[in-house]
C-alpha cells in the first residue's frame, strides 16, 4: 500500500481543498501515482480538477455506503497520473447514514485497501467537520495533513481536532500520526501573519512545514478552470510553493525527487 494522508481541518476555508489538489498534483507531476479521495459534500476537489457531474457513474456515497467497489468510481483527471474518487451531492446523507452501518468507522479503510499497490499516495479531502466522515478518514489514514490558515484565529479548534485524532488513535487506528502542519494563505502585507506564523511554529515546532503557502490569486483561480496550479500555470509562484511542498512530503517518506 502507498501514503494514506488525510487532508484535515474542520474549519472550513482554510486551504484544506487546495493544498490537496496542487500537493497531489505536484506529486504526480514528479512521476509517482497519486488518487485523491474527495469526501466533502460540496465536491471542490472534484470539480476543482474539471470532472463534470453528468459524467459521474459512482461517488464516494455509492463505496460507502452502496459497497461499490472504489475502482468503479476512480476517474482521470485533468493532471496526468491523478486520479479522483469524485464526490458529490450524495454524499450529504452519508453523515447520518453511516451512524446505524456495520462497521462504520472503518468503510473507507476497506475501500482504500482494495486498491492495493497501485497509487504511491492517497490524499483525502476531509470536509470542515469532525463527524463519521471524517472519522473514517483518520481510520484509513497514516497521517493526517494539517492546514492552518495565517489568520488571527488560526489556533481556534485545532485542540478538538486534536482530540478527536487522539480518539482515533486509541480506537481504530494507533499508528495514525501528524503528517505536518501547513501555514496557508499569508499575506505578507499584514504583521498579524508573521505572528500566526510564530504562535504556530510555537505549538507544533518541527512539524511546521518550512513552505508557507501564501495567497496567490491563480491559485484561487485555477480550480474554476478545472485544473491544479501544475496545468494551470505551471511556471506561476502557486506551482513553485506547491512543489517546494511536495518535496519536503517526498523526503519525509523517503522518497526519490524524480525530477
Ligand atoms: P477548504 O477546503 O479548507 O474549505 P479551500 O481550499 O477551498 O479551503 O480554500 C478556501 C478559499 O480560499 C477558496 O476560494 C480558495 O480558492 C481560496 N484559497 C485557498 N488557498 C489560497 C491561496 N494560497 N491563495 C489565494 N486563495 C486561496
Ligand atoms: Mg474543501
Known amino acids: 500500500m502507498g501514503s494514506v494522508i488525510a487532508v484535515a481541518n474542520q474549519k472550513g476555508g482554510v486551504g484544506k481543498t487546495t493544498t490537496t489538489i496542487n500537493l497531489a498534483a505536484s506529486i504526480a507531476k514528479r512521476g509517482y501515482k497519486v488518487l485523491i479521495v474527495d469526501i466533502d459534500t460540496q465536491g471542490n476537489a472534484t470539480s476543482g480538477l474539471g470532472i463534470e457531474k453528468s459524467t459521474i457513474e459512482y461517488d464516494i456515497y455509492n463505496v460507502l455506503i452502496d459497497e461499490i467497489p472504489i475502482a468503479s468510481a476512480i476517474k482521470p483527471t485533468s493532471s496526468k497520473k491523478l486520479d479522483i474518487v469524485p464526490a458529490t451531492i450524495n454524499l450529504a446523507g452519508a453523515e447520518t447514514e453511516l451512524i446505524s452501518m456495520m462497521a462504520r468507522e472503518t468503510r473507507l479503510k476497506g475501500a482504500i485497501e482494495d486498491l492495493g499497490d497501485k497509487y504511491d499516495f492517497v490524499f483525502i479531502d ?11 478518514a483518520f481510520t484509513a489514514s ?7 490558515q495565517s489568520e488571527y484565529y488560526a489556533m481556534e479548534g485545532l485542540s478538538q481536532l486534536l482530540n478527536t485524532i487522539r480518539l482515533v488513535q486509541k480506537h481504530f487506528n494507533k499508528d495514525l500520526g501528524v503528517e505536518g502542519v501547513l501555514l496557508t494563505m499569508l499575506d505578507a502585507r499584514t504583521n498579524l501573519g508573521a505572528d500566526v506564523v510564530q504562535q504556530v511554529k510555537e505549538y507544533f515546532g518541527d512539524r511546521v512545514y518550512k513552505t508557507i503557502i501564501p495567497r496567490i490569486t491563480k ?41
Open 142 to 148: 497514516q497521517s493526517i495533513l494539517i492546514p492552518v
Open 219 to 259: 491559485l484561487a483561480e485555477a480550480p474554476s478552470y478545472g485544473e491544479a496550479i501544475t496545468e494551470y500555470a505551471p511556471s506561476s509562484r502557486g506551482a513553485k510553493v506547491y512543489d517546494d511542498l511536495a518535496k519536503e512530503v517526498l523526503k519525509a517518506h523517503g522518497k526519490r525527487l524524480k525530477k
Open 126 to 136: 476531509c470536509p470542515p467537520s469532525l463527524g463519521q466522515l471524517s472519522i473514517n
